[in-house]
């Protein structure tokens, strides 16, 4: 079968146990003026909405490869205010090599 080894299983025991989160009313609120506010792009079902989901679930890490608006140091100071008027709290938002070097200390 094409795409399985012998770690497919094991894989797929960790993502079984992973918890989705709702995309609830408030988030697709939050996602709209995050694009209004022009903290994202005008992309109702990318960057907006992931940043949405892990604020309103109070996420503590958003691990990304995007650099251009998320991972972005330019824009954590607009993200952070937007948040702040919100009443949410700001995820930090960061690379998985970052993460893991401890390069993240702006959340």
Same mark, same amino acid.
């Given at each position: 079968m094409a795409g399985t080894s012998e770690h497919t299983q094991n894989r797929l025991? *960790? /993502?079984r146990r992973v918890e989705l989160l709702d995309i609830s009313e408030e988030v697709r609120q939050v996602?709209?003026?995050y694009i209004r506010? *022009? /903290?994202m792009p005008n992309d109702p079902t990318g960057d907006a909405l992931h940043l949405a989901v892990a604020s309103v679930h109070k996420i503590d890490v *958003?691990?990304?490869w995007n650099c251009r608006h998320l991972a972005n140091p330019n824009k954590f100071d607009h993200i952070r205010a937007v948040n702040s008027e919100l009443g949410l709290?700001?995820?930090i938002l960061t690379t998985p090599v970052n993460f893991l070097s401890g390069e993240n200390d702006h959340g």
């Amino acid at each position: 079968m094409a795409g399985t080894s012998e770690h497919t299983q094991n894989r797929l025991a *960790l /993502v079984r146990r992973v918890e989705l989160l709702d995309i609830s009313e408030e988030v697709r609120q939050v996602t709209r003026m995050y694009i209004r506010r *022009l /903290v994202m792009p005008n992309d109702p079902t990318g960057d907006a909405l992931h940043l949405a989901v892990a604020s309103v679930h109070k996420i503590d890490v *958003l691990l990304t490869w995007n650099c251009r608006h998320l991972a972005n140091p330019n824009k954590f100071d607009h993200i952070r205010a937007v948040n702040s008027e919100l009443g949410l709290p700001t995820p930090i938002l960061t690379t998985p090599v970052n993460f893991l070097s401890g390069e993240n200390d702006h959340g």
